[in-house]
């Protein structure tokens, strides 16, 4: 019996070392880092670019009408003339401007006899109050005779240069230079004071109008220079510079108007023109990563950044624009960070990875 237990126990011992090393045989080896490509990203100024087609207008435009209503006798100018500041250009029946013209003239003539007939009266009271000859309320009623005669003359004559202004008011000149654009009554037609009898454009300055979507609005600024070409004749081109932004939308199209100023234009760039316009300019400095590079799982956008360690981190970031390919970061990185630009979705806060650093585009 003793001969037998002590002769089974190698065996027994044997075969557990046996299942222990199987054991140890069957343990899986630890995964290696994930090997992450990444691009390591600089600051760049974000550069604006837009195109659009517009036309050419007069930065300034009046409408000329008499000061007057009457017949109008001629009109001396046509849509597509030119005029000069103070060239006639159009005439009313002046009839009865001046039959008013007469009649305060007539009214001057009656007033200036009240006051002779009653500045001597008022003499020869004064003279005979002094020497006790009259009472005080005599001469004080041939005083104020004298004063509401004066008066009189005074509303008379006031009447006579309204008058006179009036029936100058007939002939009517341009007030400014320019092209005719439209005009408003045609000879033998009875206007009223300040209707318009032409409108002109002022052709010394120039802009180029373009209607533009609320994105190119929001990033237009006043005096960023624009490049302005004829459709007609891309070679035919004029730098002007922005100088009115439309401060809300035109309600039946949806889009902003911005008005570029342009200085000497070239004389084939009329009023009318369709051109086309581009402007180029450099805004904000920001980061550029691939679509691929950014995660959306919240109101911010995300991306991974790798760390001095090797382990990739969550890094929140301010997305300013998204273009075709590239997405444009304002705020969240720095220069030098190296952010993972592929299999995003994969990834865990604090993962190890190997750095597979590409050029970035």
Not at 330 to 356: F, M, R, T, W, Y
């Amino acid at each position: 019996m003793s001969f037998r237990s002590m002769s089974i126990a190698p065996f027994s011992v044997v075969a557990l070392c046996l299942a222990l090393a199987a054991c140890q045989d069957d343990t899986p080896a630890p995964a290696p880092p994930r090997t992450a490509r990444v691009v390591e990203v600089s600051p760049a100024p974000m550069v604006m670019s837009a195109e659009g087609s517009g036309s050419i207008a007069a930065q300034t435009t009046t409408n000329v009408g008499f000061l007057v209503g009457g017949r109008v006798n001629a009109r001396l100018v046509d849509v597509g003339d030119t005029v000069t500041a103070g060239e006639p250009i159009a005439s009313i029946d002046p009839s009865d401007l001046q039959n008013q013209l007469d009649s305060a003239k007539g009214q001057v003539s009656a007033a200036q006899a009240a006051v002779d007939q009653a500045a001597p009266e008022e003499a020869a009271k004064k003279k005979l109050l002094a020497d006790g000859f009259t009472t005080q309320a005599e001469y004080n009623l041939a005083l104020r005779a004298l004063q509401n005669a004066q008066a009189d003359l005074a509303s008379a004559q006031a009447q006579q240069r309204l008058a006179e202004d009036q029936l100058g008011y007939a002939n009517l000149a341009s007030p400014v230079a320019g092209a005719v654009t439209r005009t408003g009554a045609d000879p033998g037609q009875v206007v009223q004071a300040g209707q318009m009898i032409i409108e002109v454009a002022d052709t010394g300055a120039l802009d180029a109008v373009f209607a533009v979507s609320q994105n190119i609005a929001s990033l237009a600024t006043i005096g960023v220079p624009v490049t302005v070409w004829l459709q007609s004749d891309p070679n035919i081109s004029v730098v002007g510079a922005v100088r009115q932004i439309a401060p809300e939308a035109d309600p039946t199209t949806g889009t902003y108007t911005i008005k570029v100023g342009l200085k000497d234009p070239p004389a084939v760039m009329r009023l009318g023109a369709l051109v086309r316009g581009r402007v180029q300019s450099d805004g904000k400095e920001v980061y550029s990563v691939p679509p691929t590079a950014l995660l959306q799982t919240g109101e911010k956008g995300e991306v991974w950044v790798v760390g001095s360690d090797n382990a990739v981190h969550k890094t929140p970031v301010t997305v300013e624009r998204y273009d075709t390919d590239a997405v444009l970061i304002s705020e969240g990185l720095k220069k030098g960070d190296l952010v993972v630009i592929a299999g995003v979705n994969s990834l865990a806060e604090g993962q190890v990875v190997n750095v597979d650093k590409v050029e970035a585009k």
